[in-house]
Nanobody
C-alpha cells in the first residue's frame, strides 16, 4: 500500500523559511512524478510545484523564485524549501505522487505564516 507522509510544517514569521519533507513507502519512488499542492481555507487545492524524473521542475507563478522542490530517491523523499514566506502562503500543504492512472496523496501539513 503506497503511503506518503509529510512533515516540517508549523508557524513561521513573514519573510521566514521552512522546509517540508514527504517520505514515501510502498512504492517504487523514483519512477513517480512528485508534487506539492496547497489548500487555503475556503479555496480550492492548487499546484505549488512538481518535479518530473530527477530534475525537471515546474512552479506556480506565485512561488517562482521563493520555493524550490527537490527529491532524494535514495531516501524516497521529496522536499519543498520555502523562503520569503508571506501570509498568503498560509495553507495545508499536500504531497502528491503521480504516474499514469496512479495518484497518491499525503495527509497534509499545516503551514501558517503570521507575526
Amino acid at each position: 500500500q503506497a503511503q506518503l507522509v509529510e512533515s516540517g510544517g508549523g508557524l513561521v514569521q513573514p519573510g521566514g523559511s521552512v522546509r517540508l519533507s514527504c517520505t514515501a513507502s510502498g512504492m517504487f519512488f523514483s519512477i513517480y512524478n512528485m508534487g506539492w499542492y496547497r489548500q487555503a481555507p475556503g479555496k480550492q487545492r492548487e499546484l505549488v510545484a512538481v518535479i518530473v524524473g530527477g530534475s525537471t521542475t515546474t512552479y506556480a507563478d506565485f512561488v517562482k523564485g521563493r520555493f524550490t522542490i527537490s527529491r532524494d530517491n535514495a531516501k524516497n523523499t521529496v522536499y519543498l524549501q520555502m523562503n520569503s514566506l508571506k501570509p498568503d502562503d498560509t495553507a495545508v500543504y499536500y504531497c502528491n505522487a503521480h504516474r499514469g492512472s496512479e495518484n497518491y496523496w499525503g495527509q497534509g501539513t499545516q503551514v501558517t505564516v503570521s507575526s
